[in-house]
């Protein structure tokens, strides 16, 4: 069983399509990430929030929106994406400043595929 | 910059039988945690185990122990006694000490179990 959970499980959308991924997880963490990863690749980190703010952005492209309405959720808003933009997208929580490290706990991930 | 290795693509390991998968890192910090997670074909990417560098005890989580050698910078996973539902990709990976939350990941092993 996970405590992080992300919905939905799969995701087909068109290039000028508006859709959303969601986040939740139930640990009571402080830090929440979005990475994105390819099929045989390790994760690539996308965004970082902590605390509820906007911590670091890996230069990711507008058409990726991020979204953390409280300590709990988190929202990938995505919108005119590309092909190449099809991949796992994976969350992830851990607990700023906690002994010896935030690690990081991730969740089942959402595949997206973009026609 | 960290840069973590891991030399093996592939592997595989009969039923019940030991494995190592190996990982090397590079860093100048003294201070900083290692940590192997696992992800199997269903995608969900879950912690194996963690190290601290600061202790010289090797960590171990049931059948799975890791030899670390900080003086060669290596971190190698033992997996005892293999089972099926060990198959999966294996991703080793760094994380400095501080408020840096970024991990820096190895390729990845993909690990077959034979039975």
């Known amino acids: 069983d996970t405590e992080v959970t992300q919905t939905p499980k799969h995701l087909v959308m068109g290039m000028t399509n508006k859709k959303s991924l969601k986040c939740e997880q139930h640990?009571?963490?402080?830090?929440m990430y979005w990475y994105k990863q390819k099929a045989k690749k390790p994760p690539e980190l996308m965004f970082v929030?902590?605390?509820?703010?906007?911590?670091i952005n890996e230069s990711v492209p507008s058409r990726f929106s991020p979204e953390c309405p409280n300590s709990s959720l988190l929202n990938l808003h995505l919108h005119a994406l590309q092909p190449e933009d099809s991949a796992l997208y994976l969350c992830?929580?851990?607990?700023?400043?906690?002994?010896?490290?935030?690690?990081?706990?991730f969740g089942p991930g959402t595949r997206l595929t973009v026609l | 910059a960290q840069t973590v290795t891991q030399s093996q693509p592939e592997m595989s390991v009969q039923e019940a039988e030991t494995v190592t998968l190996s990982c090397t890192y590079d860093?100048?910090?003294?201070?900083?945690?290692l940590f192997w997670y696992k992800q199997p074909p269903s995608r969900q990417m879950i912690l194996v185990i963690r190290?601290?560098?600061?202790k010289q005890q090797n960590a171990t989580e049931n059948r799975f122990s890791v030899n670390f050698q900080k003086a060669a910078k290596s971190f190698s996973l033992k997996i005892s006694d293999s089972q099926l539902g060990d198959a999966a990709m294996y991703f080793c990976?760094?994380?400095?000490?501080?408020?840096?939350?970024?991990?820096?990941w190895g390729l990845g092993t993909s690990l077959a179990v034979n039975p």
């Open positions: 992830a929580s851990s607990q700023p400043g906690t002994v010896p490290t935030d690690t990081q706990y």
């Open positions: 640990m009571g963490h402080r830090a």
């Open positions: 929030y902590s605390y509820e703010k906007l911590s």
């Open positions: 860093t100048s910090e003294s201070d900083y945690y």
């Open positions: 190290q601290e560098a600061y």
């Open positions: 990976a760094f994380q400095n000490a501080g408020n840096n939350r970024k991990l820096i």
